[in-house]
């Protein structure tokens, strides 16, 4: 049972002038965005980061995926999303496999490695061990390894939000216009 009501549609002016511009940055609103509709000031603001996060990152289309499937393992809802996203960002089922198992995937080049290792650790909350972040440092600008931990972080705070509203998964054909607007947005850097 969700936990707050989460409307189609908002009722007000400002719940409106929200959706219509997470729907001008993504190509339409997810449940996801939905559920944070009662609080429109917020949703504003932390819709805005996840933008930045999807769409405004010095990152590849794959290094971003990468970083958020590391993060959806746990959240049924965001890895519904993003499978799909990352296979249509370049990466293979098994890698995806992997990171669901909580491994950080072969075959991937050493730049990508370093990214799902500091995002493993970034997750267990025990800091970063010394030669995770010499690794990420020596692939990574300072910039990089910001927008890592922005995405990590950004999508951390979502899926454990989704988890206690307890948010609906769209059907297939809702998640169709996810890819196709990814697909729109440019890709890779």
């Given at each position: 049972?969700?936990?707050?009501?989460?409307?189609?549609?908002?009722?007000?002016a400002e719940t409106k002038a929200v959706?219509?511009?997470?729907?001008?940055?993504?190509?339409?609103?997810?449940?996801?965005m939905r559920a944070l509709s009662a609080a429109p000031e917020g949703l504003r603001v932390f819709s805005a980061v996840g933008h930045y996060a999807r769409y405004g990152t010095a990152l590849t289309e794959l290094q971003r995926e990468l970083a958020i499937l590391i993060v959806a393992r746990s959240v049924p809802y965001a890895w519904a999303h993003h499978v799909p996203l990352g296979l249509q960002a370049g990466l293979m089922q098994g890698q995806i496999d992997a990171i669901g198992r909580g491994t950080t995937p072969h075959g991937l080049q050493p730049?990508?490695?370093?990214?799902?290792?500091?995002?493993?650790?970034f997750l267990a909350g025990k800091g970063i061990a010394p030669e995770t972040a010499t690794a990420l440092n020596r692939q990574f600008s300072p910039r990089q390894v910001t927008d890592i931990s922005l995405i990590a972080g950004?999508?951390?705070?979502?899926?454990?939000?989704?988890?206690?509203?307890?948010v609906e998964i769209e059907p297939p054909e809702a998640l169709a216009v996810e890819l196709a607007w990814q697909r729109t947005q440019g890709g890779t850097r």
């Open positions: 049972m969700a936990l707050i009501p989460i409307p189609d549609q908002p009722e007000d959706f219509e511009r997470i729907a001008a940055s993504r190509g339409w609103v997810s449940n996801a730049a990508d490695r370093a990214l799902c290792d500091y995002v493993f650790a950004y999508y951390l705070a979502l899926g454990t939000m989704l988890l206690a509203f307890d």
